[in-house]
């Protein structure tokens, strides 16, 4: 089966034909073709082994601690929505119908973390007021917040 490349269509045509090749190779030979890529934020996420140690060791009571993980995963969440977006708005193969809904309900998506990252950073400027913190450990909070 050949098909002439140029589009999705040999896309397709190439993946079944990887498809009916890998059917004849050992499950050792497949696994040695195949090739993962990570986005940026996969990389840097990957890269350090516990992400939020500098939290935990922080001198910050628990609640903030928890508070300052929630942000920081919300950061990465924003991050990966918006490299989806624009990911999206590259893809010039896609049918204009199609992009219109998948990127409004990114935007949609976006929104809502937008939202959840207001209203977690609001409960850490609460927090720290209603803990009574040092100025060092608020300089610290504030600081991990943003990293």
Not at 26 to 39: D, H, K, Q, Y
């Amino acid at each position: 089966m050949r098909i002439q490349s140029g589009g999705p269509l040999s896309n397709l045509a190439q993946g079944v034909q990887r498809q009916f090749s890998a059917v004849e190779r050992s499950p050792e030979e497949v696994r040695e073709g195949l090739r993962v890529s990570l986005s940026e934020l996969g990389r840097s996420m990957s890269a350090k082994p516990d992400r939020n140690e500098d939290i935990d060791k922080s001198e910050l009571p628990q609640a903030i601690k928890d508070l300052l993980k929630m942000i920081r995963e919300l950061r990465a969440q924003i991050a990966e929505k918006q490299a989806q977006i624009d990911a999206l708005m590259r893809d010039q193969g896609l049918d204009p119908e199609a992009k219109r809904l998948q990127l409004e309900s990114l935007q949609t998506e976006l929104a809502s973390l937008n939202g959840a990252l207001a209203s977690a950073n609001a409960n850490l400027v609460k927090l720290m007021r209603e803990n009574g913190l040092s100025s060092e450990q608020m300089q610290a909070a504030t600081t991990l917040a943003m990293s």
